[in-house]
T-cell receptor
Framework: EAQVTQNPRYLITVTGKKLTVTCSQN?????MSWYRQDPGLGLRQIYY???????DKGDVPEGYKVSRKEKRNFPLILESPSPNQTSLYFC????????????FGSGTQLSVL | AQTVTQSQPEMSVQEAETVTLSCTYD???????LFWYKQPPSRQMILVIR??????QNATENRFSVNFQKAAKSFSLKISDSQLGDTAMYFC??????????FGQGTRLTINP
């Protein structure tokens, strides 16, 4: 089954404790991205990747890092989480750059205390 | 900045009624896609319908249809014969250049029995 797998689904952490949210897709997609969802703001792009070792900033990249060492994986790293990063996070992948068919992960609800 | 605006934070209708969700957008792209996504309480992001900007014919998917007004940059979603399972958050989105979807703020739709 074609899917984007995100883990964990829920995460509670404390300010400053490094964490990683994993994302993996089994569709051999070149394009992957991370979004965060906040009430009243919709989803906003954090980072995206066009291929292995090729990443670029989205609209809200501050406080986040990503890496793309393998085509299937695109982890999101928060090296020093802060309470304003409490949010619902989505990983997504696409075969094309125009995202006309975007596959989303199931989301990670992060709370930073 | 390119934007997508949903002016109705919440809507509520009775089962079997027809409801229309509004969306306006701003883009400098000559060709683009517009989307409506549904997010039920499970948080899953589900593509409801997609419109290619160069196609004049409005997209339809069963009970879901759009009214695409390119000159006015308007892209509303009509749900006919609404069902309890349509209760969800709905996001309008546009692909703004390569690699990114820009989302509206969302409309929380409740279908009452």
């Amino acid at each position: 089954e074609a899917q984007v797998t995100q883990n964990p689904r829920y995460l509670i952490t404390v300010t400053g404790k490094k964490l990683t949210v994993t994302c993996s897709q089994n569709m051999n997609h070149e394009y992957m991205s991370w979004y965060r969802q906040d009430p009243g703001l919709g989803l906003r792009q954090i980072y995206y990747s066009m291929n292995v070792e090729v990443t670029d900033k989205g609209d809200v990249p501050e406080g986040y890092k990503v890496s793309r060492k393998e085509k299937r994986n695109f982890p999101l790293i928060l090296e020093s989480p802060s309470p304003n990063q409490t949010s619902l996070y989505f990983c997504a992948s696409s075969q094309t750059p125009t995202n006309e068919k975007l596959f989303f992960g199931s989301g990670t609800q992060l709370s930073v205390l | 900045a390119q934007t997508v605006t949903q002016s109705q934070p919440e809507m509520s209708v009775q089962e079997a009624e027809t409801v229309t969700l509004s969306c306006t957008y701003d883009t400098s792209e000559s060709n683009y896609y517009l989307f409506w996504y549904k997010q039920p309480p499970s948080r899953q992001m589900i593509l409801v319908i997609r419109q290619e900007a160069y196609k004049q014919q409005n997209a339809t998917e069963n009970r879901f249809s759009v009214n695409f007004q390119k000159a006015a940059k308007s892209f509303s979603l009509k749900i006919s014969d609404s069902q309890l399972g349509d209760t969800a958050m709905y996001f309008c989105a546009s692909n703004q250049g390569a690699q990114k979807l820009v989302f509206g703020q969302g409309t929380r739709l409740t279908i009452n029995p």
